[in-house]
């Protein structure tokens, strides 16, 4: 604790807002050792994004209740398909905010249509890219496992406002139900969602697949990249 405190004193302490994988079932944190990958079973989802003119670029998602959390499209910088796109951008669906389209070389060309988007946080991958791309911080999943109960700022359409309060408080599969049916009805969905199996983060005890949530945690510098 003194050691602790001196550093505090020198400034080399810091707080900052920061991912970490969770438990919602046990209500803890978990650590990498405690990890198992299992294959669990979902559906792809083609949603599509649009641009100004509203042209649409279609991803594939199997977690569609995130989309209010999106900061950017990615693609690998090799992909023919978009490197024309790279520094545009374009409007998600149903909640109408702007988000680049993004190279970085950990998306996969040959996954789902070879370009994602990067919501904080649906996966390790998502972190990845946010870190290394300077993303904006997004979070709605609470550490109960449900949506947040209020209206990000960054939602500022008030069809997205409307969208949003629908899934606020629910878990994320009751909220991912009310998003798919209101891409339906909003010509976004593109054809029915098909299944898919994905190997998935569990707590080693868990019966249910982790999330990625934020909280304020404590950094020391160490003269490199804290980040």
């Known amino acids: 604790q003194k050691a602790f405190l001196r550093n505090l004193a020198r400034g080399e302490a810091y707080q900052k807002d920061a991912p970490g994988l969770w438990d919602v079932t046990f209500q803890t944190a978990v650590a990498q050792a405690e990890l198992e990958s299992r294959e669990y079973p979902g559906f792809y989802h083609k949603v599509a994004f649009r641009f100004e003119d509203g042209t649409p670029i279609y991803i594939e998602t199997t977690r569609p209740e995130l989309l209010a959390a999106c900061g950017a499209l990615i693609a690998h910088p090799d992909d023919e398909r978009y490197k024309k796109y790279f520094g545009q951008y374009v409007y998600s669906p149903l909640f109408h905010v702007k988000v680049p389209i993004l190279a970085h070389k950990a998306a996969e060309m040959d996954k789902g249509a070879g370009i994602a988007m990067c919501c904080t946080f649906g996966d390790v991958t998502d972190v ?62 593109d054809g029915e969602p098909t299944p898919t199996k994905r190997m998935t983060n569990f707590y080693e005890k868990g019966d249910k697949p982790l999330e990625i949530v934020t909280s304020r945690q404590w950094y020391l510098k160490n003269g490199g990249t804290d980040e």
């Open 128 to 189: 990845e890219w946010w870190r290394d791309l300077n993303l904006p911080l997004r979070s709605i999943i609470q550490r109960n496992g449900r949506i947040v109960m209020d209206t990000p700022d960054w939602i500022e359409s008030e069809e997205g406002k409307r969208i949003f309060q629908e899934t606020a408080g629910k878990t994320t599969f009751s909220a991912r139900k009310v998003i798919v049916d209101e891409l339906r009805a909003s010509g976004d969905l």
